[in-house]
């Protein structure tokens, strides 16, 4: 397993963007799949974005065409940017990896967004 620390979460108006990172305790290569996660007040958490082994990302279509995952191998972190922003974005992301049969969970860093 490998260690994940969220940052970057914050407060920010309807149409802005932020920039949320995950810092990994090893290398993250190329067969780690990365994902984000949030979970709403009052709701169930669900998966917003995840980067395959493959090289291909997927995105839940709430957030398909305003979020971008990516990954930064030399600096064992993963990035999910964020823009164009609603208040429905609002949620406590989580980064989370997994690889060969292990899964690991960052702290999760809080996302607001004022309408």
């Known amino acids: 397993q490998v260690q994940l620390v969220e940052s970057g979460g914050g407060l920010v108006q309807a149409g802005g963007s932020l920039r949320l990172s995950c810092a990994a305790s090893?290398?993250?290569?190329?067969?780690?799949?990365m994902r984000w996660y949030r979970q709403a007040p009052g709701k169930q958490r669900e998966l917003v974005a995840a980067?395959?082994?493959?090289?291909?990302?997927n995105y839940a279509d709430s957030v398909k065409g305003r979020f971008t995952i990516s990954r930064d191998n030399a600096k064992n972190t993963v990035y999910l940017q964020m823009n164009s922003l609603k208040p429905e974005d609002t949620a406590v992301y989580y980064c989370?990896?997994?690889?060969?049969?292990?899964?690991?969970w960052g702290q999760g860093t809080q996302v607001t967004v004022s309408s």
């Open positions: 989370a990896a997994s690889v060969g049969g292990s899964f690991s």
């Open positions: 090893r290398s993250i290569f190329s067969s780690f799949v």
């Open positions: 980067a395959t082994s493959g090289g291909s990302a």
